[in-house]
């Protein structure tokens, strides 16, 4: 599952298919579910990798039925970052708002950072307002700043970008897309650098 999602960040998806099938292998020969959660978000990772946003609605909208949507670290609906920017991505922007605050009222008090880094990051996302949106990409990359995850702050920077751009902020946009495109290289991650580039 390691590999499939390493390959598919960098954009090699034939090698992180190959992956993905031999992971499905492993949990049928020790009889897990055919979707556990842990290749479930990893299923959907790739998927969202290769922009097939459908498949990533299809994968996490079963883990939420069947899971709670766990995420990594267990945390209630934690799948939903991916789905929230997968439903986004297909127009369907008021399933997005309604799963941010389902996400965000499902975590225990207090919030682990990582976790209350991806709350504010979905509640960016939703935001109507350009004002809201960028209080909360700069809370979310704050709780970002508490730990060692790189991809992920990443990932919130090139939101951020995308984000600011699209409200005509192109200067602020421009040194959010850099930073995240310098973090991506800097991880090998081809695919997340090129569009970072490109926006």
Do not use: N
């Not at 998927?47 to 299809?58: H, I, N, P, Q």
């Not at 990443?154 to 946009?173: F, I, K, S």
């Amino acid at each position: 599952e390691v590999s499939a999602e390493e390959h598919a960040a960098r954009g090699m998806h034939e090698d992180a298919e190959r992956m993905l099938g031999r992971a499905r292998r492993f949990a049928a020969i020790h009889d897990f579910d055919p979707m556990p959660p842990h290749l479930g978000r990893t299923v959907a990772f790739c998927a969202f990798c290769r922009g097939d946003l459908d498949e990533v609605v299809r994968v996490l909208e079963d883990q939420v039925a069947r899971f709670g949507g766990v995420g990594v670290l267990l945390e209630p609906l934690g799948v939903a970052p991916l789905l929230i920017e997968s439903y986004l991505g297909l127009g369907r922007d008021e399933d997005g708002r309604r799963l941010a605050e389902r996400f965000a009222a499902a975590q225990p008090d207090p919030v682990q950072p990582y976790v209350a880094a991806m709350v504010a990051r979905c509640h960016a996302l939703v935001a109507h307002d350009i004002d809201e949106a960028v209080a909360a990409f700069e809370r979310s990359l704050g709780f970002h700043a508490l730990l060692s995850d790189s991809f992920e702050a990443a990932r919130t920077q090139l939101l951020y970008g995308m984000r600011l751009r699209r409200a005509g902020r192109r200067v602020d946009a421009r040194e959010q897309l850099k930073a995240a495109q310098d973090a991506f290289l800097a991880q090998d991650l081809t695919m997340w650098a090129e569009r970072a580039a490109q926006e």
